[in-house]
């Protein structure tokens, strides 16, 4: 082999390891990201456990209640999704405003939240959920 085609032969094996370093690098970044929810971040930020699950939850009864109902089939399962994970956050914010009320950047994130959500007629909203079915779109196992 002549010494240019070696040379040459030496780029490729180079860029071939730099290309494993990037692809290495990639690799971590995205499994860095993926692993971050799992961390809690909302932990290291000072926030309670117990505040950070409830953020969650309340992050996905609002994505359904701003859910469009364009058929009857989408309106079934934004009924059964509110019902699923609304029910009952009024109150439990109103406990956690308590709990925390001495704790300044707790009571920050809490206030990101609007304070009453639910129907004033909790016992209608009661009856409204326990006459819902969950709608066989919703199901996990199709």
């Known amino acids: 082999m002549s ?7 030496n ?7 730099l290309q494993t370093i990037n692809m290495s690098k990639a690799f971590f ?7 971050i929810p799992a961390l809690g971040l909302a932990a290291e930020q000072g926030i309670p456990q117990d505040v950070s699950t409830f953020m969650e939850e309340r992050e996905s009864c609002d994505h359904w209640r701003g859910e469009e109902d364009y058929d009857k089939e989408r309106r079934a399962e934004i009924d059964w999704s509110i019902c699923q994970s609304c029910v009952g956050t009024d109150s439990r914010l ?11 950047a707790t ?8 304070p009453s959500i639910e129907p004033n007629d909790k016992a209608a909203t009661k009856r ?15």
């Open 94 to 104: 109103t406990l956690l405003k308590k709990k925390y009320q001495a704790d300044k």
């Open 3 to 9: 010494m240019t085609a070696r040379r040459g032969q």
């Open 107 to 114: 009571m920050a994130k809490l206030a990101e939240l609007e």
């Open 29 to 35: 970044a995205a499994f860095a990201i993926s692993i």
């Open 128 to 142: 409204f959920c326990r006459g819902l079915k969950k709608p066989k779109s919703l199901d996990e196992d199709q």
């Open 11 to 17: 780029r490729l094996l180079n860029f071939g390891f």
